[in-house]
């Protein structure tokens, strides 16, 4: 019998194991259900239900164009459920990229990481393809929360045009790969998911809410404006606020653009740089 | 280079600076033999499995698959290799199938190519039934089929197989046995497999090395190990009382007499032909022998003679030991 395995494509290892985590996704409608739903409640409560815009608006002590200003002046927008709601896109990418840590760390544990190691497919390849599905399923599952924002009323800027939404789609690509980087690199060794659990639990909050997604960094204190402006978060949600709700200001765009994608090529780098060096003992 | 098809040199791992797992072993493996790793839990047999497919980095020494160094062209050795592991490694949430196509797709092979292979491989593994069926709901021998199939994808040169057989019950380990050397014969590969069952390496192996505490004892055909003990034992008793250990060692073939609790304990070549002069002896002299049974060694005894002990469960690393629980419970699960 031959033994020739015909022409290689050094594609085909990365596209077929980004495949296998997909599919374990799209097959499983109750799992993007449940992962759509999640960030819908946190914009149901804290958009809707924490309503800033009528602590101003329905106090008689301050005049309606007054309590307009305030908004904008705090948050750049006068409604504050379209403020938030652009925050809980940053909420799905991170909650989604965590689970690509996990994902690895199950991997080792079940085998299929030295199955798969003892193939010739490129170790970078192994990393990259969890980088690669967490960041499509999580550009799908925001841009539903996202459509789903517009049907709560989001309330879009002077500068918005439907190219827009194309840049919308750019940043939350960059903060994807950068962030599920960082969670594979935190499970790359680990063969206990209780660790990368803890981790997780550890990590996902602070990193909301030391960001400018839920509330603007000009009203943090000092020691939390410096985190804010350190955490990738906050130049997403600016980013997207630019595009879809402000008079777009081009050089700050600008500058949360190449913030994102240094953030996502340096962790990604480092992510390749260690795959080769730690998946195999 | 060699010729032979694996050759490992003072090959070594330790883990964590101080477990030795592997220590020093040197064998070779010529081409298409099958060549089988016999040791209890812990012995190093899965670490020494890692190092010759490229997962593990030996800690000291140098080994070589199809000619390739596994360390410097681990790539290389991991195009001509196949691998079946300890642990089922399928993704328990695609099919039979799709676990297949993944695994081709690994290696980089064609979907015309693969899919054609695909469907052979499940035929010769009677698993086309329940190819699109997912693996969560396969049963241990399935399973371990499906690992099979998967680690011809590449039609390899040589095929690694890691304790195929555990956790299966006694006819599902022969069937399996069965389907290993059909695959063989089919593929014409080179086979290293390692297994802690006596009866496996004794009806699949053409040599086996013992290896123990991270060291080989000895290495041979299943024959040549169970010949090294001195042959057959018999074992009788005479009516008389009378102590008849100087008459049966002069006879030709017998190579030791013990007297054990009344009984003779007699160590002989050929036994089926040995015992009929015994007897025959004995009857000469006037004595009535009243019992006689002969037992042929098995590699339980080799096993015994050359580790000192039957075979041990040797406390895990907790990591082992819960890989192995998961396959136990996942292949008695129908
Ligand atoms: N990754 C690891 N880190 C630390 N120690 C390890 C590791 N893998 C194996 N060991 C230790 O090395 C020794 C040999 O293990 P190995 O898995 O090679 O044994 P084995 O012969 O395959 O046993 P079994 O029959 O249980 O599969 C054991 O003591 C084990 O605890
Ligand atoms: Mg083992």
């Keep these: 019998m031959s033994r020739n395995n015909g022409s290689k494509n ?48 329905n ?8 309590a307009n200003q305030i908004m904008r002046q705090t948050f750049g927008t006068s409604d504050y459920f379209s403020y938030m709601a652009v925050g809980i896109l940053s909420f799905v990418s991170l909650f989604t990229t965590m689970f690509s840590g996990m994902s690895i760390v199950w991997d080792r544990r079940l085998g299929f990481l030295n199955k798969v190691l003892s193939t010739p497919v490129a170790r970078s390849s192994i990393v990259l393809s969890k980088v690669m599905s967490a960041t499509i399923r999580s550009l ?61 639990n550890l990590l996902n909050l602070p990193l909301m809410f030391t960001s400018n997604s839920l509330f603007p960094i000009s009203t943090m204190p000092d020691w939390l404006q410096i985190i804010a402006k350190v955490n990738p978060l906050t130049y997403t949600s600016d980013a997207v606020r630019q595009l879809l709700l402000y008079e777009t200001d081009v050089a700050q765009l600008l500058f949360d653009f190449t913030y994102l994608g240094i953030f996502a090529a340096v962790f990604a780098s480092i992510g390749i740089v260690l795959s080769w060096k730690y998946l195999s003992k | 280079m060699t010729e032979d098809v694996i050759s490992a040199e003072g090959l070594t791992k330790v883990f964590n600076k101080s477990l030795v797992a592997v220590d020093h072993v040197n064998f070779y493996v010529t081409e298409g033999e099958i060549f089988g790793f016999l040791g209890p839990n812990g012995a190093g047999k899965t670490t020494t499995i890692n190092m010759l497919i490229t997962i593990l980095k030996p ?14 062209q ?36 064609p979907r015309e190519v693969s899919k054609k292979r695909a469907f052979e491989l499940l035929e010769l593994v009677e698993l086309t039934a329940f190819k699109d069926k997912k693996v969560e709901t396969y049963s241990g021998g399935m399973r371990r089929r499906l690992e099979l199939a998967c680690g011809l994808i590449n039609r390899p040169r040589v095929l690694f197989l890691d304790e195929p057989t555990l956790g299966l019950d006694v006819q599902t380990r022969a069937a399996t046995w069965n389907y290993i050397k059909l695959l063989k014969k089919e593929f014409g590969m080179t086979l290293f497999m390692t297994t802690h069952y006596l009866e496996e390496a004794d009806a699949l192996c053409d040599r086996i090395a013992i290896i123990d505490y991270g060291k080989i004892v000895v290495v041979g055909s299943p024959g040549d190990l169970k010949n090294a003990l001195g042959g057959d034992i018999i074992t009788l008793s005479i009516q008389e009382d009378a102590d008849i250990s100087g008459l ?37 002299k006037g004595y009535a022998v009243t019992r006689l049974s002969l037992t042929k060694p098995t590699l339980d005894e080799v096993y015994l003679d050359y580790t000192g002990r039957s075979l041990r ?13 998961r396959t136990l419970r996942r292949s008695r699960r129908r």
């Design chain 1, 59 to 66: 106090n008689p002590n301050i005049p309606p164009e007054f």
């Design chain 2, 59 to 72: 800690t000291e020494g140098t080994a070589s698959v199809c000619g390739y160094d596994i360390v410097k």
């Design chain 2, 248 to 284: 049966v060692e002069k006879i030709d073939n017998v190579k030791e007499v013990r007297k054990q609790n009344g009984m003779y304990w007699i160590k002989a070549e050929n036994g089926e032909i040995t015992a009929p002069i015994v007897i025959e002896v004995l009857r000469r």
């Design chain 2, 313 to 325: 469960d040797v406390e895990e690393s907790k990591e082992s030991f819960r890989a192995h629980r």
């Design chain 1, 10 to 57: 050094p594609f085909h290892g990365f596209w077929a194991l980004t495949n296998r985590e997909l599919k374990k996704w799209y097959k499983e409608p109750f799992i993007l259900f449940i992962s759509i739903v999640q960030p819908v409640i946190w914009m149901g409560l804290f958009g809707k239900a924490m309503n800033i815009n009528a602590m101003f608006t």
């Design chain 1, 140 to 200: 799908i599952q925001a841009s539903i929360v996202l459509g789903i924002a517009f049907l709560f009323g989001l309330q879009t800027g002077p500068s918005f045009t439907p190219l827009n939404i194309l840049g919308v789609f750019a940043a939350t690509f960059l903060i994807c790969i950068g962030l599920s980087s960082i969670f594979l690199l935190i499970g790359i060794r680990s063969t206990r998911w209780e660790t990368q659990m803890a981790v997780m």
């Design chain 2, 74 to 109: 681990a790539s290389m050795v991991r195009n001509v290799i196949g691998v079946v592991p300890q642990e089922y490694t399928a993704d328990e949430d695609l099919t039979g199938y799709e676990n297949i196509i993944l695994c081709a797709d690994l290696y980089g092979i």
